[in-house]
């Protein structure tokens, strides 16, 4: 008994060493993000900040973080709700008309497989044709493209596991198509909303190739903002560091409930077979 | 059907609509800085490009990230998931904190890694070198740019195959091992009997995501690297990038995107059709 107690405490404390050093790098950036200009360049570097200060977290709001973080709410929001409104009907026909592995759910879904460069050169002439190039219209155009494969497929597993009988029933009551998706399937389904669009969220405010290629100086998103930093030689890391943690700190906290999904769909697709 | 139809509408559209374009760029001389009329040019600009060096290196790290970072990604995630289904108490904590890399934005990790990485103000090389190291300069150096890249790869998506594979060793009922163990099997007899081949599907499915991503591999080379030093680290996503976006000829960058797309299909069907031949095989042999 005592063994393998001692053998559970090697192995915790192994993950803990291979966990802090897989995290270092991320804990290094948050350190920095404290650390004033002067000390950013020390070599040997220090690691704790010496003058700890949250000028950085300023700056960086008032040199392009602020605009960031404003155009990628407004790109990734509006093109999530554009997912979900046109994903949540679609989705209830394809898990009701369509069976679960079939052809038209693997052609949506294989939609969401090509690499975004194969794309990216057609939609570039396009908004140039259209007159969309660098518009918060033609990114939130190309960000419902890339998510809404992925919106309807999650949402279509979702309405599965909700039984006929309750739509059969609103029906019966006169039920009008609209009342049947407000008052029935949407709060049955709101997990899965809620999972779709935690999901096209994300997805959108982390994508950097769509927005560096078909935007210009108009909209700026935050991976596009971030990556302009970086054009001078030595980057101030202190503001750029800063603007990741308020940016994509928040995500982190979805993490323990993106594992849960993430084995929960995994263990169905596959386990179901 | 009608229910259906606003969203086929939109994805369709959006998927013909600019394939139109780059299908017609990539059979004609088209380049948006010179003002030159557009001409037909057939399969000139797939020969010219199949003529050139880049287009052969740039195949070749795409590769490199297909099939030499993917089978790492599998075999770290494969000893992560096991380490972690070892133990008795929390788990999902481990299980989360682990996740955490692949939940970035791919631009926060290139930046991460390249200030970590520095070889002048970056912790990592001052530790090495008050050990007594005399470490390289990672990414901008000629010989170590690509695998530190690959590593970077490495990092960011082992998660993702030990969540996949975590799913899977979940699925495995205790009275397996229970079985194993009356029968006299040993640790490495329960792996190489049970474990591996009820994780099967599941490795297989990480394997086919993950080499459909790795075509996706652009971020971090663009933070990290830029291509550099010289062309060494340009795979065909940045290669196609490079061509269509600083020398703006699409012509030339819509051919690019088409290979890539055919790679990728023969690819994955490949792969596909191996795996269904495997497991029809087996089905065969245990009837």
């Known amino acids: 008994m005592s063994r393998s107690l001692f053998n559970d405490f090697l192995r915790h404390f192994a993950l803990i060493v291979i966990l802090m050093a897989v ?11 404290f650390k004033p200009y002067e000390e950013l360049f020390n070599n040997p570097p220090t690691i704790l900040p010496e003058s700890a200060t949250l000028v950085n977290f300023t700056e960086g709001w008032e040199i392009g973080g602020g605009k960031g973080i404003m155009d990628s709410l407004i790109v ?50 396009l908004f140039q044709e259209l007159s969309l190039f660098d518009t918060y219209t033609g990114l939130i155009i190309v960000y419902t493209f890339m998510n809404l494969p992925l919106v309807i497929w999650l949402l279509a597993e979702f309405m599965r596991q909700i039984p006929k009988s309750y739509e059969e029933a609103a029906r019966v009551d006169g039920a009008s198509w609209f009342q049947l998706f407000r008052d029935v ?30 935007t210009g100086d108009a909209v700026i998103t935050l991976p596009k903002a971030l990556a302009s930093f970086f054009l001078f030689q030595q980057p101030n890391w202190g503001q750029l560091g800063a603007i990741g943690i308020v940016a994509f700190g928040p995500l982190l906290l979805l993490s323990y409930y993106m594992q849960r999904l993430l084995i929960r769909s995994f263990s169905i697709e596959l386990g179901g077979r | 059907m009608i229910l259906l139809a606003p969203a086929l509408v939109f ?33 000139d600009n797939f020969t010219k490009l199949m003529s050139g060096a880049r287009f052969w290196s740039s195949l070749g790290i795409t590769a490199i990230f297909a099939l030499v970072a993917v089978p790492l ?17 929390g788990r999902e904590i481990y299980a989360s904190l682990f996740l955490i890399p692949m939940m970035l934005a ?80 040993n640790r490495v007899q329960t792996f190489v009997n049970i474990i591996l081949p009820m994780l099967a599907p599941y490795m297989v499915v990480a394997f086919v995501l993950r080499f459909i991503d790795s075509f996706k591999v652009f971020d ?31 012509g030339s960058a819509g051919a690019l995107s088409i290979i890539q797309l055919v790679l990728l299909i023969i690819g994955t069907t490949v792969i596909l059709s191996a795996v269904r031949r495997r497991s029809a095989a087996s089905e065969g042999g245990s009837r």
């Not at chain 1, 709060?187 to 982390?206: C, D, H, Q």
């Not at chain 2, 969540?163 to 099997?185: M, N, T």
């Open chain 1, 23 to 33: 995290l270092s790098p991320l804990l290094w950036l948050l350190l920095t993000a």
């Open chain 1, 76 to 125: 990734s929001s509006i093109s999530t709700v554009i997912c979900l409104i046109l994903g949540f009907p679609a989705s209830y026909a394809l898990a009701r008309r369509f069976p679960p592995h079939g052809q038209l759910s693997f052609t949506i879904l294989s939609l969401r497989m090509m690499p975004p460069i194969v794309p990216v050169i057609g939609f570039y002439l």
């Open chain 1, 185 to 214: 399937l949407l709060p049955l389904s709101l997990p899965g909303v809620l999972t779709a669009g935690i999901l096209a969220m994300i997805f959108a405010w982390n994508e950097f190739l769509f927005s560096l290629v078909l």
């Open chain 2, 11 to 43: 994805l369709t559209l959006m998927s013909i609509w600019p394939f139109g374009y780059l299908l017609y760029a990539s059979f004609t001389s088209y380049q948006l800085a010179i003002p030159i009329p557009i001409e037909w040019v057939g399969f």
């Open chain 2, 73 to 89: 990604q599998i075999l770290a995630g494969l000893g992560l998931a096991m380490l972690i289904n070892s133990i008795s108490r």
């Open chain 2, 106 to 185: 791919p631009i926060i990790v290139g930046f991460s890694w390249n200030l970590f990485l520095n070889p002048i103000y970056g912790p990592l090389n001052a530790l090495l070198r008050s050990l007594g190291f005399q470490p390289p300069a990672w990414a901008q150096s000629p010989e170590w740019a690509l695998p530190t890249l690959v590593a970077v790869d490495i990092w960011q998506w082992t998660p993702l195959v030990m969540i996949i594979l975590l799913a899977g060793l979940r699925s495995i009922p205790a009275r397996v091992f229970e079985a194993a163990k009356v029968d006299g099997s």
């Open chain 2, 220 to 250: 971090i080379i663009y933070i990290l690297t830029r291509g550099g030093p010289g062309t060494s680290t340009q795979n065909l996503a940045y290669y196609t990038y490079d061509v269509g976006f600083s020398r703006f000829q699409f």
